[in-house]
């Protein structure tokens, strides 16, 4: 019987409608910069879900933010974007040589012809960093920094409001949680990193801010932070190496591999996998071909078994 009622109980949860939060939890936090608290209500989730997340908020809504300077880790997850590399490694070392952060900076190639898988990669990177540093920022190779605070924080960090694709600056949706964060050693632990599941393209950071939201966390913005995004061609439209196609094959496979993912994620948000068991703390199907070290840069390289 119990087995019955929950498959009933998860068939229930995977046909609920999911909808905005609307209303956000009072968050009381001392005034630190230009920080503010990411605001949950577009964020869209099931009413138990919602419930849920709105009450661990409730619990802890009172927050201490602590800026200041200790050793960095910052990770790049990497394939085939050496023109992007060139102009961001410079860029970026002068950006924390200017603000006295004592960093190594981890760029985590993907060497093999499997699609990419962004958020494995960034797992293995940390798995590999320095035991002494105590953060991590997880960089897009193809973002310059701009007003971006690299020191660190007790609390994970979007370290951005604004992205120039082409123009103009433009402010960015607080819940889309990718391309430069900033997230301390501890929590990053204790929410098990990355899910290992997501290939290609889409939902890795969507889930990587549950993971923060399911563990008690409330994740910062920076509000002046700008990054100018490099040209690139759109994830969906890329083959395994990182170059446009129009190959039907690989767009198909593409498409499809972005579907897998967004079931993947309704899954985690419906409350019906759990975030234990997908994440740092099993990383697996890996083997690193070489590494390398030159000027505070260890590269390494990263095969996964398929």
Same mark, same amino acid.
């Given at each position: 019987?119990?087995?019955?009622?929950?498959?009933?109980?998860?068939?229930?949860?995977?046909?609920?409608?999911?909808?905005?939060?609307?209303?956000?939890?009072?968050?009381?936090?001392?005034?630190?910069?230009?920080?503010?608290?990411?605001?949950?209500?577009?964020?869209?989730?099931?009413?138990?879900?919602?419930?849920?997340?709105?009450?661990?908020?409730?619990?802890?809504?009172?927050?201490?933010?602590?800026?200041?300077?200790?050793?960095?880790?910052?990770?790049?997850?990497?394939?085939?974007?050496?023109?992007?590399?060139?102009?961001?490694?410079?860029?970026?070392?002068?950006?924390?040589?200017?603000?006295?952060?004592?960093?190594?900076?981890?760029?985590?190639?993907?060497?093999?012809?499997?699609?990419?898988?962004?958020?494995?990669?960034?797992?293995?990177?940390?798995?590999?960093?320095?035991?002494?540093?105590?953060?991590?920022?997880?960089?897009?190779? =193809?973002?310059?920094?701009?007003?971006?605070?690299?020191?660190?924080? /007790? !609390?994970?960090? %979007?370290? @951005?409001?604004?992205? $120039? *694709?082409?123009?103009?600056?433009?402010?960015?949706?607080?819940?889309?949680?990718?391309?430069?964060?900033?997230?301390?050693?501890?929590?990053?632990?204790?929410?098990?990193?990355?899910?290992?599941?997501?290939?290609?393209?889409?939902?890795?950071?969507?889930?990587?801010?549950?993971?923060?939201?399911?563990?008690?966390?409330?994740?910062?913005?920076?509000?002046?932070?700008?990054?100018?995004?490099?040209?690139?061609?759109?994830?969906?439209?890329?083959?395994?190496?990182?170059?446009?196609?129009? =190959?039907?094959?690989?767009?198909?496979?593409?498409?499809?591999?972005? /579907? !897998?993912?967004? %079931?993947? @994620?309704?899954?985690? $948000? *419906?409350?019906?996998?759990?975030?234990?068991?997908?994440?740092?703390?099993?990383?697996?199907?890996?083997?690193?071909?070489?590494?390398?070290?030159?000027?505070?840069?260890?590269?390494?390289?990263?095969?996964?078994?398929?």
């Amino acid at each position: 019987m119990n087995n019955f009622m929950k498959k009933i109980k998860q068939l229930v949860l995977m046909i609920l409608p999911s909808s905005k939060v609307g209303d956000d939890v009072n968050i009381q936090y001392n005034q630190c910069g230009t920080l503010q608290p990411i605001s949950i209500k577009e964020l869209s989730l099931t009413l138990p879900m919602k419930k849920k997340v709105l009450n661990i908020r409730k619990k802890n809504a009172k927050i201490d933010i602590l800026r200041e300077n200790k050793k960095l880790t910052l990770i790049i997850p990497y394939r085939n974007r050496k023109e992007h590399l060139e102009k961001f490694l410079p860029f970026i070392q002068n950006v924390l040589i200017e603000q006295n952060i004592d960093y190594e900076i981890i760029i985590a190639e993907q060497d093999d012809k499997h699609f990419f898988n962004r958020a494995k990669l960034m797992n293995v990177a940390a798995l590999h960093a320095d035991k002494e540093s105590d953060y991590f920022i997880f960089h897009d190779v =193809d973002a310059l920094p701009h007003n971006v605070d690299y020191r660190y924080c /007790n !609390q994970t960090v %979007k370290t @951005f409001n604004y992205i $120039k *694709r082409e123009k103009e600056y433009e402010e960015y949706p607080q819940t889309v949680f990718g391309g430069v964060t900033l997230v301390p050693k501890n929590i990053f632990y204790d929410i098990n990193g990355f899910s290992n599941n997501y290939w290609q393209w889409g939902k890795e950071d969507d889930d990587f801010l549950l993971r923060h939201l399911l563990k008690g966390y409330i994740p910062f913005f920076d509000t002046v932070g700008k990054l100018d995004m490099l040209p690139h061609p759109r994830a969906l439209m890329a083959d395994n190496e990182g170059n446009e196609t129009k =190959d039907k094959k690989i767009l198909q496979k593409n498409k499809q591999l972005s /579907n !897998q993912n967004k %079931k993947i @994620f309704s899954r985690f $948000k *419906r409350g019906l996998t759990s975030q234990e068991n997908d994440g740092i703390n099993n990383v697996k199907d890996y083997v690193i071909t070489s590494t390398t070290f030159k000027d505070r840069i260890k590269t390494i390289k990263v095969q996964f078994k398929i």
